[in-house]
């Protein structure tokens, strides 16, 4: 019925993102005519550690968790190369991150709720902090599976003013899924997601 999960990473391995040159890297709309160059990165040493503790009751399923170490995901500091033409070279930092986090699961008769949060927090000033949380019901009945629900975000200190983030992506949409099991090798999904 309890659980606990420890985990030590002792050396940072950071996210890759699109190249400055590639389709899905977005450029901000202050940014189109300024030509982007890559400065490289700055890799942050130190070990990484977190902590879960889960409880599975008869009426009910949660769990707490802790973090500290940083964000996979950089943040940009900002040079300039020229004025004329406008030339900025971007450094990828990998900012502290402290994260406090939990979930719940609670089945009625009808359907089960399921919520989690997450508050990011970081004593890195070029680092946005923020809380994502999702929120949804799901309901089977016979062999389909419904799930329906909301992801959001909330910025509580804006740093960066060009960071990518992709763990924010689906944020702020309201996200849909009907599932049917046809036999123990074929089913049929429909699923969508909603930008608010």
């Known amino acids: 019925a309890n659980t606990l999960d420890l985990v030590f990473v002792p050396r940072f391995t950071g996210s890759r993102i699109p190249l400055l040159n590639q389709r899905w890297f977005v450029v901000p709309p202050a940014a189109v005519n300024v030509a982007l160059l890559d400065g490289g990165a700055q890799y942050p040493g130190g070990p990484q550690f977190g902590v879960r503790y889960g409880r599975i009751d008869k009426e009910v399923e949660y769990s707490v968790s802790y973090y500290e170490g940083y964000n996979n995901l950089p943040v940009f500091n ?3 190369v020229s004025l004329a033409p406008p030339a900025v070279s971007l450094v990828s930092t990998f900012p502290r991150l402290r994260a406090f986090g939990g979930d719940l699961v609670v089945p009625t ?8 949060a997450e508050d990011m927090s970081s004593s890195t000033l070029q680092a946005n902090e923020y809380v994502l949380y999702v929120a949804q019901l799901e309901r089977q009945w016979k062999e389909w599976l419904f799930i329906g629900g909301y992801a959001g975000d909330a910025i509580t200190r804006r740093g960066a003013a060009f960071d990518f983030a992709a763990d924010r992506g689906l944020a702020r949409s309201f996200v849909g899924r009907a599932s049917l099991t046809i036999d123990a090798n074929r089913s049929l999904a429909i699923e969508g997601v909603v930008r608010q």
């Open 78 to 80: 900002t040079s300039i």
């Open 109 to 116: 008769r009808y359907f089960t709720l399921k919520a989690e």
